[in-house]
């Protein structure tokens, strides 16, 4: 069974940092494209960032030029160093990963989220 789990999540102040990780975990062949996304209350779920395995990154326009997606393919993990926090980047973060496990062909998994909040 595949698992999608973020952590690193929590509060902080405008102007500050995070970096949210996500592991994903089982009888996993090959991960795909890894990405985040968000969701604040009451609005659509969007994209922050998303990075292919072989490393290709593309973000969101908020968030571009102060997140940072990363990858490790050793361990099924990616990050977003998160810098220059607004409170409107407040909003439940949610993992991603297109993952080949036991079938033919890869399908989107998704993890339980992590809440971050930017205030003072």
């Known amino acids: 069974q595949v698992q999608v789990v973020e952590s690193g999540g929590g509060l902080v102040q405008p102007g500050g940092s995070l970096r949210l990780s996500c592991v994903a975990s089982?009888?996993?062949?090959?991960?795909?494209?890894m990405g985040w996304y968000r969701q604040a209350t009451g609005e659509r779920r969007d994209l922050v960032a998303a990075?292919?395995?072989?490393?290709?990154?593309e973000y969101g326009d908020p968030v571009r030029g102060r997140f940072t997606i990363s990858r490790d393919n050793a361990k099924n993990t990616v990050y977003l160093q998160m810098n220059s926090l607004k409170p409107e980047d407040s909003a439940v973060y949610y993992c991603k990963a297109d993952i080949w496990a036991d079938s033919p062909y890869s399908q989107d998994y998704w993890g339980q989220g992590t809440q971050v909040t930017v205030s003072s």
């Open positions: 089982g009888n996993i062949f090959t991960v795909n494209n």
């Open positions: 990075i292919t395995r072989t490393g290709s990154a």
